[in-house]
C-alpha cells in the first residue's frame, strides 16, 4: 500500500495532533470540508475542538496564531493558496518573525503554503512564495519535495520554536507517492544529495527536484553523470552540501519555479561565486519561470515554468561549455 505527497502531510498533522495537546489546526475549511484539497479531511471528528474553520481574513488567521503561541500553544495554520498569504504578510514577517527577537517568547507557529502552478490554475493561484519568505530572518522556509520529507518536515516544523513557512507543492499531492512513512529524516537545514554525480550539479527544490531527476535519467545514455541536490529548506540554507557537490563537478546549475529576479537560485548563485569561485570550471548558471504572471493557458504555463524540456538544454549547454 503507497501514501501520498497528500496523505503524508494529513497524517503528520494528525500525529502531532494526537502526541500533543498544544497543537490544533486553524483555516478557512478545514473542519468537516476537510480543507480544500483535503489535507484536514476527518481530522475534525478525530480531534474534536481543535481542527477549527477561520474566517476568510489570513490576516486575522495569522495574528490569531501568533497569540495562541504566545500562549503557549502550537497552531498550524493552512493558507487555501500560498498567493493568500500576502493578505498576512505584516503578521508573518513583522510579527511572528521578530517575536522572539522583541520578546523572547519563542512563536513556535507553522504556516502551511499549498504552492506551485497547476494547469490552469492561473496567477492568483499558483505562485510560489518561498523567496519572499526567506528574505525575512526569524523564520524557517521549508520546502519538502518528497513523501518522507512532506511527513518528517512538517513534524519537525511543529516541533520547533521557530515560526514554519512550509510550501507543500499541489503538483505532488496526487502525483507523489511512497511504499511508507519514514521513522528518521535528514535534519532541518541539511539538503539531500538525491542522485550522485560528477559531471554538473543541479540544485533544486520542491517539485523541481523531480524535473531534475528525469533530466538526471536522460543525459545518462550520453555518458553524463548528473548530481542532483535537493536543498529541502531554502532558509537555513546548507550552503556546505552545494559546495560539496560543486567541488566534485565543477559545474552549477540551479533551478525554481520562483520568478528570476533575486530568489533562491540567485543566493546560491552568489555563495558559490563568492565563497568557491574556484571550484568552477564554467559559469554557474541558473533557470526559473519566465518573469511574468502565471498564465491560465496549459500551453503558455508549460512554457512559462522549467520543465524537464528546459532543464535539459541548459544542462547540455554547460555540460559543453
Known amino acids: 500500500m503507497s501514501i501520498t505527497y497528500l496523505e503524508a502531510i494529513r497524517e503528520a ?9 498544544r497543537v ?23 480531534f474534536p475542538g481543535r481542527v477549527i474553520d477561520a474566517p476568510i481574513s489570513e490576516d486575522a488567521m495569522a495574528g490569531f496564531a501568533v497569540g495562541a503561541a504566545i500562549e503557549g500553544m502550537r497552531p498550524i495554520i493552512e493558507i487555501q493558496f500560498a498567493d493568500f498569504s500576502t493578505v498576512a504578510f505584516n503578521q508573518i514577517v513583522n510579527q511572528a518573525a521578530t517575536l522572539f527577537w522583541r520578546t523572547n517568547v519563542p512563536c513556535p507557529v507553522t504556516i502551511r503554503l499549498p504552492c506551485g502552478a497547476t494547469s490552469g490554475s492561473g496567477p492568483f493561484h499558483s505562485q510560489t512564495m518561498e523567496t519572499l519568505y526567506a528574505h525575512y530572518p526569524g523564520l524557517v522556509v521549508m520546502t519538502p519535495a518528497t513523501v518522507e520529507d512532506a511527513y518528517s518536515m512538517l513534524l519537525a516544523a511543529v516541533a520547533l520554536d ?65 548530481e542532483v541536490v535537493d536543498l529541502r529548506t531554502v532558509k537555513p540554507l546548507d550552503t556546505d552540501t552545494v559546495m560539496a557537490s560543486v567541488a566534485r563537478t565543477g559545474r552549477l546549475l540551479c533551478v525554481g519555479e520562483s520568478y528570476p529576479w533575486g530568489g533562491v537560485t540567485a ?7 563568492s565563497e568557491g569561485f574556484g571550484l568552477l570550471d564554467v559559469p554557474p548558471q541558473r533557470l526559473n519561470a519566465k518573469d511574468t504572471p502565471v498564465p491560465y493557458h496549459p500551453n503558455l504555463w508549460a512554457a512559462h515554468r522549467p520543465t524537464a524540456r528546459s532543464i535539459a538544454t541548459a544542462a547540455r549547454k554547460l555540460l559543453r561549455s
Open 162 to 226: 521557530d515560526p514554519v513557512v512550509f510550501c507543500e507543492h499541489k503538483l505532488l499531492y496526487y502525483h507523489l507517492k511512497a511504499e511508507k512513512l519514514p521513522t528518521e529524516a535528514l535534519p532541518i537545514g541539511k539538503a539531500r544529495i538525491a542522485r550522485e554525480g560528477r559531471d554538473l550539479t543541479i540544485v533544486a527544490y520542491s517539485a523541481m527536484v523531480h524535473e531534475a531527476l528525469a533530466v538526471a535519467a536522460e543525459l545518462q545514455p550520453e555518458g553524463y553523470e548528473i
Open 267 to 273: 543566493e546560491v548563485i552568489a555563495r558559490v561565486a
Open 24 to 46: 490544533f489546526i486553524y483555516g478557512q475549511d478545514v473542519g468537516a470540508f476537510g480543507g480544500a484539497f483535503k489535507a484536514t479531511k476527518n481530522l475534525a471528528t478525530q
Open 13 to 21: 498533522q494528525a500525529k502531532a495532533l494526537a502526541d500533543d495537546p
